[in-house]
């Protein structure tokens, strides 16, 4: 069965400092891969998609990065974080366009 | 454009009590599929189902059932017998598969709170 893990779960960082989080997929191979970032008031925003390694599409622009080193792996970064970077942040994955999506237990990120 | 929206932003309940989530859909595209995902307190987004647009065939699942209807937009979600442990924010989802759709791109709606009360 397939299982996808995050990490860490919770990260509180200051405004200004690096951001690495870290996403990978067990039980599939190629799959597509998604971060969401949830704010307050509960809307998902897709941010960054891949349908393969080093194959990235952001969907917002905005100070945060993705990258896929390997198939199963996909990590979002950024330089310097925002105040408003705070929020949850999920990774999905999925097999092709009409295939459900599965999400990991997401990153709690505070930014003070 | 697509578009999902649950216009329902809190619901309490009684334990026991059958309650209903509401969700509108808007789509241009004739191909696209609609999901509804639970998302407890500890906020990992749970999948509860998957219908094609070409498939509105009602579903039910244990306590849980679906009622897609193409003619009003809408896949609401229905609970019959509420307990405490379906606490949770619910989402619809809605994905398109026509030109110009981000592959695999899911459309949220902003979800639904519901609370049951022992």
């Known amino acids: 069965s397939q299982t996808i893990h995050q990490w860490p779960a919770t990260l509180v960082q200051p405004v200004g400092s690096p951001l690495s989080l870290e996403c990978t997929v067990e039980?599939?191979?190629?799959?597509?891969l998604y971060w969401y970032r949830q704010a307050a008031g509960r809307g998902l925003q897709l941010l960054f998609y891949s349908v393969g390694i080093g194959q990235i599409s952001s969907e917002v622009p905005q100070n945060l990065s993705a990258s896929r080193p390997q198939d199963r792996q996909f990590i979002l970064s950024s330089k310097k974080l925002l105040l408003s970077d705070s929020g949850f942040y999920l990774c999905a994955h999925g097999r092709g366009s009409t295939d459900t999506q599965y999400f990991g237990p997401g990153t709690r990120l505070t930014v003070l | 454009a697509q578009k999902v929206t649950q216009a329902q932003t809190e619901i309490s309940v009684v334990e026991k009590e059958d309650v209903t989530l509401d969700c509108v859909y808007e789509?241009?595209?004739?191909?696209?599929?609609l999901f509804w995902y639970k998302q407890p307190p500890s906020g990992e987004l749970v999948f509860l189902i998957r219908r094609n647009s070409f498939d509105e065939q009602n579903e039910i699942s244990g306590r849980y059932s679906w009622n897609f209807q193409k003619s009003t937009s809408s896949f609401n979600f229905t609970i019959t017998a509420s307990q405490v442990v379906d606490s949770a924010v619910y989402f619809c989802a809605l994905r398109a598969v026509g030109r110009g759709s981000t592959l695999g791109r899911l459309y949220f709606g902003r979800g639904t709170q519901l609370t049951v009360w022992p």
């Open positions: 789509t241009r595209d004739t191909t696209y599929y």
């Open positions: 039980g599939t191979s190629n799959p597509n």
